[in-house]
């Protein structure tokens, strides 16, 4: 994998909005799996930037959800539909109907999951996916021990996570739900270029560990190494852990630009 460390999440959010402008200038239509959570908002806001300035086109753009709670009731701000919606779809006026997600609200949650595994294969697969990274590791919400080859499916949280998250439900864990539909990481695998963003410094110990460390379920993000195309983004905070720090800084810098991430 390849490992770029930037001076700040700002940094970060100006690459990844970069290579996905350049994306949509290949492939007007690509399909872009966005995740949710903090550290993606400079990303999104970057690329809002360039599709106002007339940089980037994304009409044609076509967007999937990473994840999903279940149970919040239809139209909660803080469902991931809803987010997706606020964050991506409307500033980067994405056709609301070229957008797709796992229905949490729905009555047979196992179909849903294996409905939302068949319309991403309908949809000719994953152009680019955005992912962050829980404080344990995990890949939307692969929580530790998932298996590394799993599809998408119902979860439950780890108590981490809930009070990680609770601070998006006026930080009271209670009405954070217990469970969600996720992409597998054998469903994330698919992409054709898997992007992770990770800043600040609660998230260095998990960097570290998806880098460097051994591939193993029980950090859920580690899985990136089996992947033939797949970039992490690091502000200096989060790549606080890394022994190798001075050799992904060196291979950075001489890269070709053409090259792109
Ligand atoms: C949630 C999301 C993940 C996200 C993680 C980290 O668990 N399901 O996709 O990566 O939060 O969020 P943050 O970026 O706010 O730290």
Same mark, same amino acid.
């Given at each position: 994998?390849?490992?770029?460390?930037?001076?700040?999440?700002?940094?970060?959010?100006?690459?990844?909005?970069?290579?996905?402008?350049?994306?949509?200038?290949?492939?007007?239509?690509?399909?872009?799996?966005?995740?949710?959570?903090?550290?993606?908002?400079?990303?999104?806001?970057?690329?809002?930037?360039?599709?106002?300035?007339?940089?980037?086109?994304?009409?044609?753009?076509?967007?999937?959800?990473?994840?999903?709670?279940?149970?919040?009731?239809?139209?909660?701000?803080?469902?991931?539909?809803?987010? #997706?919606?606020?964050?991506?779809?409307?500033?980067?006026?994405?056709?609301?109907?070229?957008?797709?997600?796992?229905?949490?609200?729905?009555?047979?949650?196992?179909?849903?999951?294996?409905?939302?595994?068949?319309?991403?294969?309908?949809?000719?697969?994953?152009?680019?996916?955005?992912?962050?990274?829980?404080?344990?590791?995990?890949?939307?919400?692969?929580?530790?021990?998932?298996?590394?080859?799993?599809? &998408?499916?119902?979860?439950?949280? &780890?108590?981490?996570?809930?009070?990680?998250?609770?601070?998006?439900?006026?930080? *009271?864990?209670?009405?954070?739900?217990?469970?969600?539909?996720?992409?597998?990481?054998?469903?994330?695998?698919?992409?054709?270029?898997?992007?992770?963003?990770?800043?600040?410094?609660?998230?260095?110990?998990?960097?570290?560990?998806?880098?460097?460390?051994?591939?193993?379920? #029980?950090?859920?993000?580690?899985?990136?190494?089996?992947?033939?195309?797949?970039?992490?983004?690091?502000?200096?905070?989060?790549?606080?852990?890394?022994?190798?720090? *001075?050799?992904?800084?060196?291979?950075?810098?001489?890269?070709?630009?053409?090259?792109?991430?």
């Amino acid at each position: 994998m390849e490992v770029v460390i930037v001076p700040d999440a700002a940094a970060g959010g100006e690459l990844i909005a970069s290579a996905i402008g350049r994306l949509l200038t290949e492939k007007p239509d690509a399909l872009l799996g966005v995740a949710t959570g903090s550290t993606p908002v400079p990303v999104y806001r970057a690329l809002a930037a360039k599709v106002s300035s007339g940089e980037v086109d994304a009409s044609r753009a076509r967007v999937c959800q990473l994840d999903e709670y279940v149970g919040l009731p239809p139209g909660h701000p803080e469902s991931y539909r809803s987010v #997706v919606l606020r964050q991506v779809v409307e500033p980067l006026g994405v056709d609301p109907a070229a957008f797709m997600g796992p229905d949490g609200a729905a009555e047979d949650v196992r179909a849903a999951c294996l409905a939302y595994d068949e319309a991403l294969a309908a949809a000719g697969g994953v152009d680019l996916q955005l992912l962050g990274i829980g404080s344990d590791g995990h890949i939307g919400f692969n929580e530790p021990c998932s298996s590394l080859s799993s599809r &998408t499916r119902i979860k439950t949280l &780890t108590e981490r996570t809930r009070q990680d998250n609770a601070r998006f439900f006026d930080g *009271d864990i209670e009405q954070v739900p217990h469970h969600v539909i996720t992409q597998g990481i054998g469903t994330i695998l698919d992409a054709r270029h898997l992007v992770l963003l990770a800043t600040g410094e609660g998230k260095a110990e998990a960097v570290a560990q998806t880098v460097e460390g051994p591939l193993a379920a #029980v950090v859920p993000a580690s899985a990136l190494q089996l992947h033939p195309h797949a970039t992490v983004v690091v502000d200096e905070a989060a790549a606080a852990g890394l022994k190798h720090a *001075d050799y992904f800084r060196h291979t950075y810098a001489n890269k070709p630009s053409w090259q792109g991430i």
